[in-house]
């Protein structure tokens, strides 16, 4: 930017340099926020020492401090003013910027009163207090939100800082439910993108609430202007705010500037361009440049400033002459832009002809009525015609001559600027002959674009001898002017090239394109011009009358080098107009002042260059304003300026209510644009300048949208090694210097948000903030924009910076953590501190740790779309994260008795939360933590092993082998049992999943109590080995064989102290046929199914080496399980053995057989004798069927009682063909006989029904017993008349059962 004090200014521009001296000083000692808050003032003025001494010194320096801010507040006040001219002259006419339409729409921002509404109402829904019909799963997610993201002290810090919007909040929530939807099981029909739109229609319920819906939409629409494209009226009032205009101000400024005249503001530009190549002109022969980093850039630097000011120029012509004018677009001149810029005024310059300044009129003609019509009858038909000279003829409608009234308008186009309008008024002739209507009068008008537009009465001229003498039309001519012709009127001129005599003349004001004006003078109905004079290089002035120019009375003259033309006008206020009209179509830097005028201002004749309007000197000076008005904007540090206006602008954003980011809206961005373009501001100081605000407001807790840094960030690097962004190559000293300065503070912020990135970036918002960070940051730390940096040394900054993240993550965790200990605990409770305690502080904290974890995981891995190895750096991070807290941890847990084994649902909630995790699982800390706890399960286990074998001793010893159900039968609902006998403390058996055992033991009813609480300790040490999901896979494998082993071993011992108590309680039992085979027999059979039942779930073991101790105790079970059924079927043989030893005394030949025979027969005479042997048999057959039943019912093994079932009959029909065998060459007593017959077919059918097969029951031996008994039955009914009395061995018998 140029430099003011860097040239020296003519002796007549003295007041203009006083000026800007001024607002220089006002603004050069300013703080970085001096406006609207008054700044330091670095050196007071010094009017102030030569006042009266105060008899106190603190009333003296009160005083002077007093004076000095009102000073300061003055200077501050006149500063923003001269600003506030400066920008809207740019929002006034904008000829390099225009609105973006491309930016990213904005978010309305929340505050802390919505965020408290909102936990409000989400509150209200968890306690049931809405409408909103939700299931489960969607209320559970809503109070995971809750609790979780409304209620974080992180949330309430984004939304206080102004980055946060109800899009953020509804995008956190979005991310939520996506991770729970997908974890849901699938419903048919019903799709989980439906599942996701009815909960998210649900939340943006909840989060309206009772708002009235049809208002919201209205109050939006009103509030979302500024992110629109915006009126010239709306940036008015926008940076009225801004720098704190009144009203008022603006008013006066927007007269006073002739804002809303276009003409005015393109003449003002093309003064300013031309004061700005003077200055670079100047510059060049003085030499005086700012300091640049060589020195060949000082010639460089005057040909960038002439090729920005020749680029304006360049927008400033391919501007139409005036927007919105109706067809009329610029002339493109063919010469050189250059040639024509810097050489304005060249004799050699190519001329406009006469057909370059053809100008088009719209002209209107309004016929109203007709007065002092007389001569025609009154019900005559009368009309008017109208016509534009050397145009079409237009007509009214017909009308009676007693009311000749129309008020109809014609229109008309001509390229005459004097056009000649003829109207006529007719009268219909009634003659048969005539052939054209009779012309009552006419009128003929020469109406310019300065005449009255107002209707008025006009004498026509009538035929000769006509009775109307008195006839007048009433009708309105107006002529517009075009947007290129800037002014007309009559004048006197004389020149000395073009118009030779002094006569008057009309004369029309011609702008044929942004830099080309011409003064035309035309005759009636002539399109071209008779003369024209261009004005490039012309300067224009009043002048005192001259005396030997008759006619005109006030005079003025326009002067070039070699020429001069005098002008005169007949009033002072046309030559005002006629004066200001041609100031601003020469461009001149000096500006015309009515000597009338002159005098006031300077009595003294003094020199009067001020630059002031005429129309509004009066009210300009009343006001204070002409001082600012008149500026010349080329003598101001527009780089001050523009920081000062920039910094405003961004304070006013960052305090609206959109959630900006840094970001400008639309038109700040326009007006800043145009700012820069119009006064030159340097690109590389508005973006260094910009990353200062920015990097301030971010340092001071606001949240600044990354990319918007960078963009600025290499913006200036670019610049500073020289790579040329806005075709810029000159870089000054005061640049690179600045940008290095950014550069460190910029890569300090950058490091202290990654460090602080939960706090920075609270659940990743801003979206993509982080990885936008990591990206700027890798650029920050580049030597220059050619050679990136080897990624090592990106991924070493930000290591060290999630080491301090770690640290001061845990630091605010654990304050956190005291905190909400605190309101759950007095005082009192907080210093005991008991191990108890401590391991439940420690837990609560290790909750708290995991969802950290996992909270970076969800939200801030984002980072590795910028860099690969950020889950890396994320998992280092962790690894610090979890060190700290394992000091916390290992201190808790040395805290603990010995033998206290509550600290297991800390293992497990780690363990479950690392083993998960691809680079924390057997990490650093994963590792310590199974150091740890390594010795503790291994002394669990020992303790456990210990307890069951002694329980095991204990129980068989005493067990009285009943049913367990009828014992206790709510015994999965009772805790493990402690074992007496150890002197250690054990504790509840920690299990995390509901044990198998749970559900077995309803199902199961005839085991004993010591064999189920073995089973199922057994199980839930298991289950709970198997919770802990001990990551190392060798330990774990041991861990599993170990208790594998440690089941077969103990399931062994059981089995085999089983088998010796069945054999001891079998041989208490008689041999009778009273034999009913006891529960507890039962029992201990069921001991040994369950057993063969569990070896299979708690001593098999993968693999093929161990697969052979699962063999063993298998093997064992099975070998027991024929032991005990063999017993069994022994015992209930030699019941069967026992009845045919009865039956053996009816043996043929002995001395029973024969005595019980004879007194059979002999009682027979008289009384009925019982059948002898039916007892017996119905006896044995009771006692096999209720023994049988006994075991069906309370066997729970289907295979073992078939295969029981199969033994006894074979040995039941054995023993029978063997006591037959015994008798093959005796005859069977008819009793035996029938008793035998009995009992086999009853066993035969009886063993049939439980399911025994037919290849048993048709065995060998019961061939040879059936065949034996069939002969017997025979041989009885040849020998005995009494016979069998029914029964046979023959199947259709129909004995009773």
């Known amino acids: ?188 029909g019903l799709s989980k993108e439906t599942v996701l739109s009815s909960w998210l229609a649900k939340y943006d319920a909840i989060y309206r609430g009772e708002e009235d819906f049809c208002k919201q939409p209205n109050r939006m629409a009103l509030s979302a202007v500024s992110e629109l494209i915006l009126s010239k009226e709306q940036l008015y009032e926008m940076f009225q705010q801004i720098l704190g205009i009144k009203k008022l101000e603006h008013q006066l400024i927007y007269n006073a500037c002739q804002l809303d005249n276009a003409d005015e503001q393109a003449a003002q530009i093309r003064r300013e361009l031309d004061g700005r190549l003077q200055l670079a002109e100047q510059m060049a022969r003085e030499r005086k440049f700012p300091k640049f980093i060589t020195r060949e850039m000082e010639n460089m630097y005057i040909e960038e400033l002439r090729s920005s000011v020749n680029l304006l120029m360049a927008n400033l012509e391919s501007l139409p002459v005036s927007k919105g004018g109706p067809e009329f677009k610029l002339q493109k001149l063919k010469r050189s832009q250059n040639s024509a810029f810097l050489d304005i005024g060249d004799e050699n310059e190519v001329q406009l002809s006469k057909s370059d300044v053809v100008l088009s009129f719209t002209l209107e003609i309004v016929i109203m009525e007709v007065q002092g019509l007389k001569s025609v009858a009154p019900n005559r038909i009368v009309y008017c015609t109208m016509e534009v000279e050397g145009g079409e003829k237009l007509q009214t409608d017909q009308a009676e001559a007693s009311r000749p009234q129309w008020g109809t308008q014609g229109d008309f186009t001509t390229t005459h600027p004097r056009p000649v309008v003829k109207v006529k008024l007719f009268t219909e002739s009634t003659g048969v002959l005539a052939l054209e209507d009779k012309e009552l009068g006419r009128v003929v008008l020469y109406p310019t674009s300065n005449s009255s537009k107002s209707p008025d009465l006009h004498k026509m001229i009538v035929p000769k001898n006509s009775q109307d003498s008195d006839l007048k039309i009433k009708l309105a001519v107006r002529m517009d002017k075009p947007p290129h012709m800037k002014h007309c009127g009559y004048l006197y001129a004389l020149g000395q090239k073009v118009w030779k005599r002094w006569k008057k003349r009309y004369f029309v004001l011609v702008q044929v394109s942004q830099y080309t004006f011409a003064m035309c003078s035309y005759r009636e109905k002539k399109s071209e011009p008779q003369e024209l004079m261009q004005l490039e290089g012309y300067t224009v002035d009043y002048t005192a009358p001259h005396t030997g120019l008759q006619g005109g009375r006030m005079f003025f003259n326009a002067v070039k080098e070699g020429d001069t033309v005098i002008f005169a006008s007949d009033d002072e206020q046309d030559r005002i107009l006629w004066v200001q009209a041609m100031y601003r179509a020469t461009g001149q830097s000096y500006k015309p002042v009515p000597a009338s005028q002159a005098q006031k201002m300077n009595p003294k004749g003094g020199d009067v260059s001020a630059d002031i309007s005429p129309l509004y000197t009066d009210r300009g000076q009343k006001h204070g304003m002409e001082e600012f008005i008149s500026a010349n904007p080329c003598k101001f540090d527009h780089a001050f300026l523009f920081q000062l206006l920039q910094r405003q602008t961004l304070d006013h954003r960052l305090n609206d209510s959109y959630s900006c980011l840094g970001w400008f809206s639309p038109g700040q961005v326009f007006v800043l644009d145009e700012y820069c373009a119009r006064y030159g501001v340097r690109g590389c100081h508005r973006h260094l300048c910009y990353l200062n605000e920015l990097i301030e407001h971010s340092e001071n807790g606001s949240v600044i949208d990354p990319t918007l840094l960078h963009y600025s960030f290499a913006f200036c690097a670019s610049h500073v090694h020289g790579n040329r962004p806005d075709g810029i190559g000159t870089v000054s000293v005061e ?208 303790l456990m092993e210990s307890s069951i074998a002694q329980s095991i001793h204990r129980g068989l010893e005493q067990e009285s082998w009943q049913p367990v159900k009828s014992i206790t039968n709510s015994l999965p609902n009772v805790a493990l049992p402690k074992v007496p006998s150890l002197p250690l403390n054990l504790p509840q058996m920690p299990s995390f999943t509901t044990p198998t055992w749970m559900t077995s033991m309803y199902e199961s009813t005839n085991g004993s109590a010591t064999s189920e609480d073995l089973f199922w300790k057994l199980d839930a040490l298991q289950m709970f080995v198997f919770d802990l999901h001990w990551p190392e896979p060798e330990f774990a494998h041991h861990l599993e064989q170990r208790l594998k082993l440690m089941a077969t071993d103990m399931i062994e011992a059981c089995v085999k102290r089983t088998r010796i108590a069945f054999e001891v309680k079998l041989q208490k039992t008689n041999k009778s046929t009273d034999l009913r085979i006891p529960s507890s027999l039962c029992t201990m059979f069921n001991v040994l199914v369950d057993a063969k039942k569990q070896t299979a779930k708690l001593c098999i073991l993968e693999g093929g080496q161990e697969q052979q101790y699962h063999s063993k105790i298998d093997d064992l079970v099975e070998e027991t399980v024929k032991e005990i059924i063999s017993l069994l079927v022994s015992k209930v043989v030699s019941v069967l053995e026992g009845v045919l030893s009865k039956l053996s005394r009816y043996d043929e030949g002995t001395f029973f057989s024969s005595l019980v025979s004879f007194t059979v027969k002999a009682a027979a005479k008289y009384v009925d004798v019982p059948k002898p042997g039916m007892d017996l048999a119905d006896t044995y057959i009771m006692f096999v069927r209720q023994n049988q039943d006994i075991l069906r019912e309370k066997v729970n093994e289907e295979m073992y009682i078939e295969k029981l079932f199969d033994q006894w009959y074979s040995g039941s029909m054995k023993v029978i063909c063997m006591w037959l065998a015994d008798r093959l060459d005796l005859q069977l007593h008819i009793y035996q006989l029938k008793t035998l017959i009995k009992i086999v077919k009853k066993t035969y059918r009886d063993f049939r029904l439980q399911g025994v097969m037919e290849g048993t029951l048709n065995s060998k031996t019961y061939d040879t017993v059936h065949s034996r008994l069939t002969v017997e039955e025979a041989t009885v009914s040849v020998t005995d008349a009494g016979g069998l009395q029914g029964i046979t061995m023959k199947d259709s018998d129909e004995e009773e059962g």
């Open 1 to 188: 930017m140029l430099d003011p004090s860097s040239s020296e200014e003519e002796s007549d521009e003295l007041l203009d340099e006083e000026r800007r001296d001024a607002l220089l000083a006002a603004g050069g000692g300013s703080s970085p926020r001096s406006l609207p808050p008054p700044p330091r003032d670095p050196r007071g003025r010094e009017g102030g020492a030569g006042r009266a001494a105060s008899p106190s010194p603190s009333v003296l320096s009160e005083g002077r401090e007093e004076q000095e801010r009102l000073q300061r507040e003055e200077r501050e006040k006149r500063l923003r003013l001269q600003l506030y001219v400066f920008i809207a002259r740019c929002i006034a006419h904008p000829f390099n910027a225009k609105q973006p339409t491309d930016m990213a729409r904005r978010q309305q921002k929340l505050n802390k009163q919505q965020l408290q509404t909102l936990k409000e109402r989400f509150q209200a829904f968890l306690n049931g207090e809405t409408q909103i019909v939700a299931d489960e799963a969607f209320c559970n997610a809503v109070r995971s939100y809750y609790e979780v993201f409304l209620k974080s002290d992180r949330v309430a810090r984004m939304v206080h800082s102004g980055g946060c919007s109800a899009n953020d909040f509804r995008d956190v929530f979005k991310k939520n439910i996506e991770k729970r939807v997908r974890s849901l099981p699938e419903i048919d």
């Open 735 to 942: 640049e690179k210097e600045r940008f290095e300065e950014i550069k460190d503070r910029l890569s300090s912020l950058l490091e202290n948000q990654i460090s602080h990135f939960r706090y920075c970036f609270p659940f990743g918002r801003p979206e993509g903030a982080l990885k936008a960070t990591l990206s700027l940051l890798e650029r920050v730390l580049m030597k220059d924009i050619a050679t990136p940096i080897p990624a090592e040394e990106v991924k070493k900054v930000v290591r060290k910076c999630l080491e301090k993240a770690a640290l001061i993550n845990y630091t605010r965790l654990t304050e956190y953590a005291k905190i909400e200990a605190t309101a759950e605990k007095d005082s009192e409770a907080m210093n005991q501190a008991t191990p108890a305690r401590k391991l439940e502080e420690v837990l609560h904290l290790a909750e708290l740790c995991i969802e950290v974890l996992q909270q970076n995981e969800e939200h801030h891995s984002e980072g590795r779309e910028a860099f690969a190895w950020w889950p890396e750096l994320l998992a280092e991070h962790a690894e610090k994260f979890l060190s700290l807290y394992s000091v916390d941890m290992d201190s808790a847990l040395e805290a603990q008795p010995q033998d206290s084994w509550d600290s297991f649902p800390l293992f497990q909630l780690l363990n479950n939360s690392l083993r998960n995790d691809t680079f924390l699982c057997n990490g650093k800390f994963h590792k310590h933590l199974q150091e740890i706890f390594v010795p503790m399960v291994i002394r669990y286990i020992d």
